[in-house]
């Protein structure tokens, strides 16, 4: 099964970006994006990719392990930039350190659990909002999400995400994203 390790933003996050991004649909060159669906919307922590089934019973002992060493922080969505002009995103705030310490925590127990990462990348916080096979200029979008400040929240879990891509040829099908295992953070968890 295709998996990441993530933060899920609260339905009020949810909401108050919903409103900046149905503003952002209207801008010029937004016809050219595939938009993200609300219901999916998160803060990829690890990429996992195909995970060998063997090895989740260890995958999620680890995971919670992660979970259990961090303590619970506040972050806020904020702003917004773009990758090479095919993926547009909103930034977040508040304590990126700690949320920096649970990507790299989620990275290495995948990693023990016998979970290839070839893939290592710098983590760049974000929330995928719309993305484009072809380069498209993100300029008036990103403009408009500069002022975008949302209110903070309390992350409070990890959670390993099961991704289903859309079959090819459906026009308009979005991957879907299901929580398999959540992970309360701290020591109490």
Known sequence: MRLFAAVLPPARAVDELGLAVRELTTLPGAGELRWTGREGWHLTLAFLG?????????LHERLRR??????????????????????LWAGV???LD?????????????RRSGVPMDQHRRYV???TLARSRAPVDLKPCVGALAAFEGSPWQVTELALIRSSLP???????RPRYEAVARWPLGRDG
């Open 93 to 95: 705030a508040g304590g």
């Open 50 to 58: 195909e995970v060998d089934e063997r090895v989740l019973d260890e």
């Open 98 to 110: 700690e949320l920096r310490l649970l990507a790299e925590r989620a990275d290495a127990a995948a």
């Open 66 to 87: 992660a979970a259990r060493r961090t303590d619970p922080f506040a972050l806020r969505l904020h702003g917004g930039g773009r990758f090479d002009g095919r993926a």
């Open 167 to 173: 079959r090819a040829g459906v026009p308009g099908e």
């Open 125 to 127: 916080p974000h929330l």
